[in-house]
């Protein structure tokens, strides 16, 4: 069956978002342009690495191609609305991609389906017939530096972290390996 690639050069949306209670969520990226919207699912850390990688990029893309990336996130292009729902995984993210178009003057990220098979490099960002199925999606730099803020503050709303040792809190707290497992009891 042939690759299918979803391109979104001008999407209305492109967000961050997450399904489920914290320590139980799900996390989406989720495209939107006209009528049509597509959802894809991955890892918590897929998100904070794509955040952390966009802007890398944004820096290098200003300093390198005189790329106008604005200091900081504008007001007016945070979306803080949930995800469009109903959320359908189109499929899980295995392998990502990320540029920058010199054409068109944008990001470009590329998501690609978890494959049985090695991705080859080559069918990153490239319209091969052979590959996994994918998302691409074209962002302003204001709107990479909007997605990557938003990626952010999805990822940090969870679990606070234990002050010690920097692994999530449950409700009713956790066995600390910095305590070797002494877990102090709230009342004395």
């Given at each position: 069956m042939a690759r299918v690639i979803h391109v979104f050069r001008q999407p209305d949306r492109f967000i961050a978002g997450t399904v489920g209670q914290p320590g139980d969520?799900?996390?989406f990226l989720q495209a939107s342009?006209?009528?049509r919207t597509i959802s894809v699912a991955?890892?918590?850390q897929q998100v904070a690495v794509l955040a952390e990688r966009i802007g890398s990029l944004l820096e290098e893309v200003g300093r390198r191609f005189?790329?106008?990336v604005p200091p900081d996130t504008p007001d007016e292009m945070m979306d803080s609305e949930p995800l469009t729902v109903p959320v359908e995984e189109e499929f899980r993210v295995g392998t990502m991609g990320l540029?920058?178009?010199a054409e068109t003057r944008a990001v470009v990220i590329e998501l690609l389906a978890v494959s049985e098979a090695e991705v080859d490099e080559?069918?990153?960002l490239d319209d091969t017939e052979e590959g996994p199925d994918a998302v691409r999606v074209f962002l302003t730099p204001a709107h990479a530096?909007?997605?990557a803020a938003r990626a952010d503050r999805v990822v940090r709303a969870g679990r606070k972290p234990c002050?010690?040792?920097g692994e999530p809190l449950d409700a009713d707290g956790h066995v600390c390996p910095r305590q070797n497992g002494y877990r102090r009891n709230e009342e004395g």
């Open positions: 969520r799900t996390f342009q006209d009528a991955l890892e918590k005189g790329a106008e540029g920058w178009d080559a069918v990153v530096k909007a997605f002050p010690l040792c």
